[in-house]
């Protein structure tokens, strides 16, 4: 949504790792948020077929790039290599996810969805004392608490405050159960 109200070409990039997975379902969610706020922003997805490529991460950003986009996202270890170029162009940003990668590069990372490990440990504890080890799916996701969003403070007036308060919103409607995302 963030890229998507805040993109200026109207084209924004994911630099994925392998087409399989989280990363596609991270790539669906992002592409859905996007087409729900701009149904006419064009979401380009190019996977660089391994994990930790940072060469072919960053080549795939400068692609990205020159058809354009002014919003980059990715996941995986290899993302180092395409906020690296990100980084050396102006008003070019991304967004990261699994962790906050601002201090990569400060004024390129936007905004990071960040993993809390604290708490998906927390409701292993809570499920090892009710007695139950293992077989339990533990998501990642706004409702279960084990998943934030962190705006990069150096770059935060950037972004509107109507956009920031609709992204807001819709965070809440997810973690009250009032929107469901179903992802491809």
Not at 39 to 65: E, K, M, N, W
Not at 108 to 127: C, G, K, P, R, T
């Amino acid at each position: 949504m963030l890229a998507a109200h805040m993109t200026e070409s109207g084209i924004l990039g994911i630099v994925g790792p392998v087409e399989a997975g989280d990363a596609v379902r991270y790539n669906s969610g992002f592409r859905q948020g996007a087409l729900a706020v701009d149904p006419d922003v064009q979401v380009r997805i190019a996977y660089t077929g391994s994990f930790g490529d940072l060469v072919g991460a960053g080549d795939l950003a400068s692609s990205h790039i020159d058809a354009g986009a002014d919003f980059l996202t990715g996941s995986a270890q290899q993302t180092v290599g395409a906020i690296r170029v990100v980084e050396e162009v102006d008003d070019v940003y991304w967004l990261s996810t699994d962790m906050d990668q601002s201090h990569i590069a400060p004024k390129s990372v936007l905004a990071s969805q960040v993993y809390n490990f604290e708490a998906v440990v927390n409701q292993m504890l809570d499920l090892r004392e009710e007695g139950i080890i293992g077989g339990e799916h533990l998501a990642l996701s706004f409702p279960a608490g084990t998943l934030d969003l962190r705006y990069n403070e150096e770059l935060v007036d950037l972004i509107p405050e109507e956009v920031r308060a609709e992204i807001e919103e819709v965070m809440q409607q997810i973690i009250d159960g009032e929107l469901v995302i179903e992802l491809d």
